[in-house]
């Protein structure tokens, strides 16, 4: 037969005492506190690991993040500076179709009317 468990009450967490300092340490890290009481080094955690990259890595990481920072930048420049010379050369496009259209009307008229017919250049 086994001893029936008591719960703890809600909220705390059932602690062991350690032998080398008296601390009170709950359960699930009192193996890695004894490590640490006993002087052996842990193995870092990844959070750790992380933090040394990063400040390792900072200037490279950081001068890489501006450099993308400024090429986004410079292409949204360029599509708008794009979009004004389209509007430009569609004007200028614009204009040419105009005028060749008008040359087109002229010889037409020219065709039909002759030389001597001078009421629409008046």
Known sequence: MTAKRTKAPYGSV???????CDRKISCTN???HIK??????????RSEIRKKSWEKNRAKRVGFQR?????KFFEE????????????????????KAKL??????IRFLETFGAESESHEE
Request: hydrophobic share 30%; net charge positive; with cysteine.
């Open 36 to 45: 640490v009481c006993k002087g052996i080094k842990l193995p870092e955690t």
């Open 30 to 32: 009192i193996s890695k």
């Open 101 to 106: 259209e008008e040359a087109a009307t002229d």
């Open 67 to 71: 450099d993308q920072r400024a090429a």
């Open 77 to 96: 420049l360029q599509v708008i500076y794009y979009a004004r010379f389209l509007e430009k050369d569609k004007a200028y496009e614009i204009k040419k």
């Open 14 to 20: 059932p602690k062991k005492t350690c032998k080398k």
